[in-house]
């Protein structure tokens, strides 16, 4: 019995550490998108009811916060790119011949693990853009101001408690605690 427990192969943990970029992003992204959106869609609406300059105002906030999400993450995710290959470069340096080429290798997997700016700044701007469509979905059917109101406020609620609990799903982080906050 013994013998068959150890020729099963070793099942390797996943690491949710690797996914904490990305991830990261997306949630930033999704609530940025809600949290602006619906607010500059609420402080027009606050002053003119007419649903079209709601609209507008919504869908221009999606597309500059996207671009700006996008940009902003880029430029982050970047510069910690920068600092993490200078800091293996300086350790390679400060190795022996031996050591170097056994830190070849490692650097081979540690590769896997850099930070990728394009995927950061690709997922910030689309969990931007998902996000902000939340509030516009909701407002564009209704043409009552207040039930309009109304229902921006509890799709922007609903959504963040859906985005917090998906987020805590991808991270295998505690359910709960992530949709409530």
Known sequence: MERQMNLEPQKKEFDYSKRSQWL?????GANDGLVSTASLMMGV??????????????FAG?????????IGEFVSVYSQLDIEV??????????DAFEATKLEVQEEENDESLPSPVQAAAASALAFSLGA????????FIKAYKVRIGVVVAAV???L???GWLGAVLGRA???????R
């Open 45 to 58: 609406g606050a002053v003119k009811e007419d649903i079209k300059a709601m609209i507008i105002t919504g």
């Open 24 to 28: 990261r992003a997306a949630v930033l």
């Open 86 to 95: 200078g800091q293996m470069k300086r350790e390679k340096r400060r190795e």
């Open 62 to 70: 999606l597309v500059a916060g996207a671009c700006s999400m996008a």
């Open 161 to 163: 408690m859906v985005f």
């Open 133 to 140: 469509m939340v509030p516009l979905l909701a407002a564009s």
């Open 157 to 159: 609620t609903l959504a």
């Open 174 to 180: 505690p359910v709960v605690r992530s949709a409530a």
